[in-house]
C-alpha cells in the first residue's frame, strides 16, 4: 500500500450524484462520512425569500445612510436633535421663572421672614433672641451708637466696627441680604423685649 492511499483512506469517502431513495433528493455529490451524506437538498423558499429581503433592506440602508444621508436613521443626529429641543425647553423654562420672579416683588411679610432667617443665623449671637442685645447693642430702643436710619445701620453692617466687635458682613452678605435683615431690624422698634440691654448711644 502506498502512502497516498493511506491518506485517501482517512479523508471522507466521494459520493457520485446519485439519488436517495427516501426522500428523492440528489446527492450533493459532496461527502459521505461515517455512513451520513450531504443532500442537495434547497432551502425551504420562506427562509429563501426572507435573505433576500435582508440582502435589499441592507441596500437600501447604506443608500440611504451614504447617499441620501438620512437624518432619521443617522443616530448621532437624531441625538443632538433631541438634546438641542430638551436644552431649548429647558431655556424656556428658566426665563419663564426669571419673569414670574420678577413680575411679584416679596411682599412685606417675606421680607420681613428672610431678614430674620438671616439675623437668627448670624446676629441673634450678640445682639440676642430678640434683638434687646448682649454682646451688641439692644435694637428695639431708640438709641443708636451709629445713627437708626437704614443707610447708617447698613454702614456699620457692611464696614463693621471693629475695634468694637462688630465684623463686616460685606463678604458674607449680598445687598439684598443685608436690606432684608435691617428691614427686620428696625420692625423691631419698640417691641419691648424682656432682659433688654441698657440704651447705647443717642436717641433718633
Ligand atoms: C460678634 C458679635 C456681633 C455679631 C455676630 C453681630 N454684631 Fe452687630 N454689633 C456688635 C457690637 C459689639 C456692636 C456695637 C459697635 C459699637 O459699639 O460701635 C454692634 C453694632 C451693630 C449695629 C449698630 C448699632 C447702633 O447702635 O448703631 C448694627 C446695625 C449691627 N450691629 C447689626 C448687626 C447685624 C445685622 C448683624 C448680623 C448680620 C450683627 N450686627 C452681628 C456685635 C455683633
Given at each position: 500500500?502506498?502512502?497516498?492511499?493511506?491518506?485517501?483512506?482517512?479523508?471522507?469517502?466521494?459520493?457520485?450524484?446519485?439519488?436517495?431513495?427516501?426522500?428523492?433528493?440528489?446527492?450533493?455529490?459532496?461527502?459521505?462520512?461515517?455512513?451520513?451524506?450531504?443532500?442537495?437538498?434547497?432551502?425551504?423558499?420562506?427562509?429563501?425569500?426572507?435573505?433576500?429581503?435582508?440582502?435589499?433592506?441592507?441596500?437600501?440602508?447604506?443608500?440611504?445612510?451614504?447617499?441620501?444621508?438620512?437624518?432619521?436613521?443617522?443616530?448621532?443626529?437624531?441625538?443632538?436633535?433631541?438634546?438641542?429641543?430638551?436644552?431649548?425647553?429647558t431655556e424656556v423654562?428658566?426665563?419663564?421663572?426669571?419673569?414670574?420672579?420678577?413680575?411679584?416683588?416679596?411682599?412685606?411679610?417675606?421680607?420681613?421672614?428672610?431678614?430674620?432667617?438671616?439675623?437668627?443665623?448670624?446676629?441673634?449671637?450678640?445682639?440676642?433672641?430678640?434683638?434687646?442685645?448682649?454682646?451688641?447693642?439692644?435694637?428695639?430702643?431708640e438709641y443708636w451708637?451709629?445713627?437708626?436710619?437704614?443707610?447708617?445701620?447698613?454702614?456699620?453692617?457692611?464696614?463693621?466696627?471693629?475695634?468694637?466687635?462688630?465684623?463686616?458682613?460685606?463678604?458674607?452678605?449680598?445687598?439684598?441680604?443685608?436690606?432684608?435683615?435691617?428691614?427686620?431690624?428696625?420692625?423691631?422698634?419698640?417691641?419691648?423685649?424682656?432682659?433688654?440691654?441698657?440704651?447705647?448711644?443717642?436717641?433718633?
Amino acid at each position: 500500500m502506498s502512502t497516498n492511499e493511506d491518506i485517501q483512506l482517512k479523508e471522507p469517502n466521494k459520493v457520485n450524484e446519485e439519488v436517495d431513495d427516501v426522500t428523492k433528493i440528489k446527492f450533493f455529490g459532496g461527502h459521505e462520512y461515517d455512513g451520513i451524506k450531504e443532500l442537495d437538498n434547497p432551502l425551504p423558499p420562506w427562509l429563501k425569500y426572507l435573505f433576500y429581503v435582508t440582502i435589499i433592506f441592507s441596500i437600501s440602508y447604506l443608500i440611504l445612510l451614504f447617499v441620501f444621508k438620512d437624518d432619521s436613521i443617522i443616530q448621532v443626529k437624531e441625538y443632538r436633535k433631541e438634546v438641542m429641543a430638551a436644552r431649548a425647553k429647558t431655556e424656556v423654562a428658566v426665563k419663564e421663572e426669571a419673569v414670574k420672579t420678577a413680575a411679584a416683588p416679596m411682599t412685606e411679610e417675606q421680607i420681613l421672614a428672610a431678614g430674620k432667617a438671616i439675623y437668627d443665623k448670624t446676629c441673634l449671637v450678640c445682639h440676642g433672641k430678640f434683638g434687646e442685645g448682649l454682646v451688641g447693642p439692644n435694637f428695639t430702643d431708640e438709641y443708636w451708637i451709629h445713627g437708626g436710619r437704614p443707610e447708617e445701620l447698613k454702614k456699620v453692617i457692611i464696614e463693621g466696627v471693629l475695634d468694637k466687635g462688630m465684623i463686616s458682613y460685606k463678604s458674607q452678605m449680598n445687598n439684598t441680604q443685608i436690606d432684608h435683615v435691617i428691614g427686620y431690624i428696625l420692625s423691631l422698634q419698640g417691641s419691648n423685649p424682656p432682659n433688654q440691654k441698657a440704651p447705647q448711644g443717642v436717641k433718633n
